[in-house]
């Protein structure tokens, strides 16, 4: 056992030794060092060395103030001073009254009760465990089904897994909890050729495709649907004009509930506090996590309309369903703190002042040509690489394997940027920068991406 890290080498035996790393090949650090991020500050982090790198990423999508704000370490530091922990069943304390409050008034509609959890998976497990108590209470027992898109990602735990479309990631923990059903993703750049060209078509299709799977399923059988509003995994897919209107019509329509997974795209990173409030739906759940707290303490919950409530307000009713650590004082003191700084510093505003810069900068990289298609919305972006722009061509898995793992990844970390290079779809880099970052930020992170990705065109 290593009993003190203070000299870099105790610390990478340790690392190598001891810790597991999540959604990693331990292999892959046989021959080099993990790397260790030591300290943050505003857009930038630092490593083990004194490297500093620009946090295209914020982190996992999650810090949208920046690194490094005292007054938010502060409010942690007294919420735990004063009442470090209590439980939220059957109490309360006055950091989630006040949060719950103040979401309720910054959310759309009716959404007016929160449920909070620790993470983003535990708020999608729970969406659908109401969902499923919800059926059951108000006599339509036979609704368990959840419709999602093909490669979301929704979670990890078994619940939000069995709603997850990344087929990679199910296979080893089958079989998954029954009831999960897939349908199309709105990727337009790989729409079928008959809809190629025409996005408001595109998205009626993919809507459809979603009243298509309730029908097949039995909408008797269908509690409800899980979309983000931009889809993250796969890079980047906004939803096309219309889309969100018509999926809130086909739920009406079969009385299934419309659960907008807000994982990522909630707390400014669309520049609103809601994606549902930029592309103008009314969700009947919100699930939220990351950049409520920016990170600074672990946060998550649901968010969920009155109607939802309702049967269990009154008689004996109870939503089964609890987690220990779900509302920590600490972590509601932090996000309290959080939000404060999205009102006084205008982050939402300052998103929604520069997201037509940060678009236009990335988009200069349309002359490299790996560089096949720019997609998404506010701060937040993926680019996906082709080896040919004119067919749409995309790598074969032994390309993007040497392409992504074995170079890019590390190569855009060695110059200084963290991004994600991913291939759980087709092959993309994925941006999300704090939401405090302007044009220098966008400069940088465009002339690393020229180099790196310049310099996997030639090796390919
Ligand atoms: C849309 C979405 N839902 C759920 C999750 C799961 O969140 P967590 O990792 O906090 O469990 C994520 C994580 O990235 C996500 O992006």
């Not at 009442?83 to 939220?88: I, K």
């Not at 368990?144 to 069995?162: E, P």
């Not at 220990?324 to 004082?329: D, L, S, V």
Request: include cysteine.
């Amino acid at each position: 056992m290593t009993s003190s890290l203070d000299g870099i080498g105790n610390a990478q035996e340790a690392a190598k030794r001891n810790l597991w790393l999540h959604f990693t090949r331990m292999s892959s650090y046989e021959d080099s060092d993990v790397p260790v991020i030591v300290r943050g500050s505003g857009a930038y982090v630092f490593d083990q060395h004194g490297r500093r790198y620009l946090d295209g990423l914020s982190g996992l999508f999650v810090t949208q103030v920046g690194h490094g704000r005292q007054e938010i370490a502060e409010a942690g530091a007294r919420q735990a001073a004063e009442l470090a922990y209590f439980p939220l069943w059957s109490y309360a304390h006055p950091k989630a009254i006040e949060l719950a409050a103040r979401l309720a008034e910054l959310a759309p509609g009716e959404l007016n009760r929160v449920f909070f959890t620790t993470s983003g998976s535990e708020a999608v497990e729970s969406a659908w465990k109401l969902a499923k108590q919800y059926f059951k209470l108000t006599g339509e027992p036979g609704r368990y089904k959840v419709i999602s898109r093909d490669i979301a990602y929704h979670g990890t735990s078994m619940g939000a897994l069995a709603i997850t479309g990344l087929a990679d990631i199910k296979h080893p923990f089958e079989p998954l909890v029954p009831g999960g059903v897939r349908v199309p993703n709105t990727n337009f750049y790989r729409a079928p050729d008959f809809l190629a060209g025409d996005e408001a078509m595109f998205g009626q299709w993919a809507a459809d495709e979603i009243e298509r799977a309730i029908l097949r399923e039995g909408p008797e059988s269908v509690a409800a649907v899980f979309l983000e509003p931009v889809q993250n995994s796969g890079g980047c897919f906004p939803p096309p004009p219309g889309y969100f209107e018509r999926v809130r019509d086909i739920c009406d329509r079969y009385g299934v509930l419309l659960v907008s997974d807000e994982v990522i795209c909630a707390f400014g990173r669309l520049g609103y506090y809601f994606g549902s409030e930029r592309y103008g739906y009314q969700p009947d759940i919100i699930t939220f996590a990351k950049g409520v707290t920016s990170g600074y303490a672990p946060l998550g919950g649901m968010m969920v309309t009155d109607k939802l409530m309702e049967p269990f307000s009154s008689g004996t009713a109870t939503f089964l369903h609890g987690i220990t650590f779900a509302g920590h004082p600490v972590s509601t003191a932090v996000a309290l703190a959080n939000l404060d700084i999205f009102e006084k510093e205008d982050l939402l505003g300052n998103v929604r002042a520069n997201e037509a810069a940060f678009r236009a900068t990335l988009e200069k990289l349309y002359d490299l040509p790996i560089v096949g298609d720019v997609r998404g919305a506010g701060y937040f972006y993926g680019i996906e690489m082709v080896k040919d722009k004119v067919t749409r061509e995309t790598f074969t898995s032994e390309e993007s394997e040497r392409l992504l793992r074995g170079f890019l990844s590390q190569a855009l970390f060695d110059a200084g940027l963290v991004c994600r290079a991913d291939d759980r779809g087709d092959p993309v880099v994925q941006l999300a920068p704090p939401l405090i970052c302007g044009q220098e930020h966008f400069d940088e992170i465009e002339r690393i991406l020229r180099a790196v990705l310049t310099e996997a065109w030639a090796r390919l």
